[in-house]
């Protein structure tokens, strides 16, 4: 559902923005959206940021981008106002930001859950004199920035770890491919530069395009495959990202593959870096997210304060309705059991008591994490 209004172009708080306002003022507090350090406007100097993800709480998103994204902005811009939403839900992001838009916000940093539908919210907050900073995700619409890892990198990783992983079977063996969804124009990023590195080494016996990057989807994708192909003419799988890895062990476990064979990941999360210190999953991408936090910051200051972003931006991309998006792109890093402490450990991002509960202590050890 588009916006309900015609919103005038201009800083001007008009009745329209009231009235819708009021019309969405329920949906913040019931999709779990959650005011942060304020509301309303802080200024020219002082803008006020708007920042949609999508996922809170246990994820990614709300782990570790949220904090850091808040962490940054306060040291940039200390009476800076930030106001946070969070789903998983295209359709509530949506109303959420449609609903920022009414609170009069200055800039959008936005992580959207399906880029294609969010877009005519992207054209209301244009409209609206509303700049968006696209963040990890390049939503659709007239965006003044984006902040993102190099997805043809990250595909390029995965690839080549998974060619490590196989072997001798990485001449000629037959792997899965496990891709993101279609709305997210980052999933197609990834598998292109996956592709450039398999294509020509190994058979493709079957590849799915997991819908809405759902883990319940991939293990029934997976299990098709299983079924297909058979799970001992299985040599790799080129899983999209460590939810759909997970979901893959799943799925092989439940149709009795062993061993299992080598699969990849993206993101580093913290279930994932364990099962490749058990054995269960070869590789992970890690996006060390420190650096596209305050790289999004920083570009939603400068243009909430009407600056350029050509000092922050090095590269440009396009969207379906933007030509030459003043973008970042930040190189990514592969871990496997034998990088987890030299990346992941060192940056920060876990402990080795967080890696390593009873249960792997064994493992760890082998590992040289203990």
């Not at 811009?77 to 930001?97: F, G, M, S």
């Not at 899965?176 to 058979?203: C, E, I, Y």
């Not at 299992?260 to 060390?288: E, F, N, S, W």
Request: proline share 7%; with cysteine; glycine share 12%.
């Amino acid at each position: 559902m588009g916006p309900r209004v015609s919103l005038p172009a201009g800083k001007g708080r008009s009745l329209g923005r009231a009235f819708m306002a009021l019309t969405v003022a329920a949906v913040l507090a019931l999709s779990g959206a959650c005011a942060g350090d304020g509301g309303g406007s802080g200024g020219k100097d002082d803008p006020t940021v708007g920042l949609l993800l999508p996922g809170g709480g246990a994820s990614r998103f709300g782990q570790f981008d949220r904090p850091l994204i808040a962490k940054k902005l306060k040291e940039l811009c200390p009476h800076c106002p930030l106001t946070v939403a969070a789903t998983p839900d295209p359709a509530v992001q949506r109303q959420q930001l449609e609903s920022m838009i009414t609170r009069g916000v200055d800039v959008l940093i936005v992580a959207a859950v399906d880029p294609e539908l969010l877009r005519p919210s992207v054209e209301a907050a244009h409209r609206a004199d509303i700049p968006v900073v696209a963040y990890d995700r390049l939503a659709q619409g007239p965006i003044s920035g984006y902040v993102t890892f190099d997805g043809a990198q990250v595909g390029r990783l995965q690839g080549e770890g998974l060619l490590t992983g196989m072997g001798a079977k990485a001449d000629g063996g037959q792997i899965v491919m496990m891709n993101g969804a279609t709305t997210d124009p980052n999933a197609a990023w990834f598998k292109r530069g996956a592709l450039s590195v398999l294509q020509g080494k190994v058979k493709v016996g079957k590849s799915y395009d997991v819908v809405g990057w759902r883990p319940e989807n991939a293990f029934v994708d997976m299990r098709s495959a299983i079924a297909a192909l058979g799970g001992d003419r299985i040599d790799g799988v080129l899983a999209a990202n460590d939810s759909l890895a997970g979901a893959v062990i799943s799925a092989l476990r439940a149709a009795e593959v062993r061993p299992l064979p080598p699969i990849t990941g993206q993101d580093a999360d913290l279930v994932a870096v364990r099962r490749i210190v058990r054995g269960d999953q070869y590789m992970t991408v890690y996006k060390p997210f420190k650096p596209a936090a305050d790289a999004a910051v920083e570009m939603a200051v400068a243009v909430g304060r009407g600056e350029s972003v050509g000092s922050i931006a090095t590269d440009t991309v396009s969207n379906t309705t933007t030509k030459d998006i003043p973008a970042v792109l930040l190189p990514a890093v592969p871990v496997t059991v034998g990088t987890i402490e030299e990346t992941l450990v060192k940056d920060g991002m876990y402990t080795i008591a967080q890696i390593c509960p009873p249960s792997l202590r064994t493992a760890c050890a082998e590992a040289g994490l203990i």
